[in-house]
């Protein structure tokens, strides 16, 4: 058997980018974040700083999903269409889906956040940023768990 080397490539940058964004959304929420509000004002430069280079990183990981999530999407007999939900593989495919729909969303919405703090510290903006920062790790984990559950059943026989 052949291994269809474009299919593994593009997997596999999936996978990165995937890595890339959520991992950058948990690193910032659990580590980075709390470690720098402690000193608020002095740790402000440092904070935009990374938070400017993850914004980068993050918005060149959401656009090489969907790409390779589109080119990904029909690899599986099981998967009759975006949004289908014809049997469990594409209930599951759905969902996800609109869970990355939702987290790119709110990934725009934060970056616009992040851009009115750097002009001056406003805490509930800053809370705000906090909370749709924890909502999207919690979106990313699921997509996470979607994206195992999806993998397993994906040559299993269609239910």
């Known amino acids: ?83 289908s939900t014809s049997n469990s593989y594409s209930l599951a495919m759905a969902i996800k889906h609109s869970l990355v729909i939702l987290m790119t969303v709110l990934a725009l919405v934060r970056t616009r956040l992040v851009v009115r703090t750097k002009k001056a510290v406003d805490p509930s903006t800053e809370k705000r940023g906090a909370i749709i920062l924890v909502v999207n790790i919690i979106l990313g984990i699921a997509v996470l768990l979607l994206s195992a559950y999806t993998a397993t059943i994906a040559n299993l026989p269609i239910s």
Request: no cysteine.
């Open 1 to 83: 058997m052949q291994v269809p080397i474009i299919v593994v490539l593009v997997t596999f940058l999936h996978d990165v980018f995937t890595a890339v964004w959520i991992g950058g959304l948990i690193t910032l929420g659990v580590t980075v974040l709390p470690a720098i509000r402690k000193n608020k004002q002095q740790n402000k430069e440092l904070r935009d700083s990374i938070q400017k280079r993850l914004n980068t990183i993050v918005i060149i990981s959401i656009a090489g999903l969907w790409i390779t999530g589109i080119l990904l999407a029909n690899r599986s007999t099981a998967f009759t269409g975006f949004f």
